[in-house]
């Protein structure tokens, strides 16, 4: 199993560019998460969805829109990026029938937008 | 909703020390906490978590406690060794399906293991 997979890794955009970060896991779980980390801070929820063809909007969620395509996807996408939108994005997903269970995380996608 | 506080900031120990990383949350209907390690550049991953109907979980060299009436939750870490040398991060969320098993999540300790 891969676990939580995210693509690109790196990306450079200039203000205004638009983009779409990627998300999949292979763990058959039923809700996703999108999360960013700003240096020294912790992990602030900007999306998520609880189950496929559902999401609602976490804690920091204006300037992103995103997709629960699949299952198994579910992407991030800045309509029109900013500087302020500088971050590490993390992608995440966990079970939630039969109990509370930890999110598993993804490497996460470094973006810097100039 | 929820608030989880974390404390220290940064911790820095000897080799062969204990780390102790404390947490409060304020939401009494939190019912589990788990605890994330991140290395640099990489994604957090789970080390150990707990129920609220458990006071103590143990793994190796990894502790967690619980105390609900007092609403804080710590990690402690025995005989560090270089490799702990990481950001730690709590985290709390209760069983609410509503809520989509959302994570609030403490602001993180780095902890430095000196050799």
């Known amino acids: 199993n891969a676990g939580v997979t995210q693509t690109p890794k790196f990306q450079v955009l200039k203000t205004g560019q638009s983009m779409t970060l990627q998300c999949a896991q292979d763990?058959?779980?039923?809700?996703m998460y999108w999360y960013r980390q700003d240096p020294g801070m912790g992990l602030r929820l900007i999306y998520y969805s609880a189950s496929e063809g559902t999401t609602d909007k976490g804690e920091v969620p204006n300037g992103y829109n995103v997709s629960r395509l699949n299952k198994r996807e579910f992407s991030l996408r800045l309509e029109s990026a900013a500087p302020s939108q500088t971050s590490v994005y993390f992608c995440?997903?966990?079970?939630?029938?039969?109990?509370?269970?930890?999110?598993?995380f993804g490497p996460g996608t470094r973006l810097t937008v100039l | 909703g929820e608030n989880v506080e974390q404390h220290p900031s940064t911790l820095s120990v000897q080799e062969g020390d204990s780390a102790v990383i404390k947490c409060t949350y304020s939401?009494?209907?939190?019912?589990?906490f788990p605890w994330y390690k991140q290395e640099l550049g990489k994604g957090p991953q789970l080390i150990i978590d707990i129920r609220s109907n458990v006071g103590e979980k143990k793994d190796q060299r990894i502790a967690v406690t619980l105390n609900k009436t007092a609403k804080h939750f710590s990690l402690h870490i025995t005989e560090t060794q270089p490799e702990d040398s990481a950001v730690y991060f709590c985290a709390a969320t209760s069983n609410i399906k509503a809520a989509g098993n959302k994570l609030t999540f403490g602001g993180g300790t780095r902890v430095l293991v000196k050799p």
């Open positions: 939401d009494s209907a939190s019912n589990y």
């Open positions: 763990m058959n779980h039923n809700s």
């Open positions: 995440a997903s966990t079970q939630t029938s039969g109990g509370l269970r930890a999110q598993y």
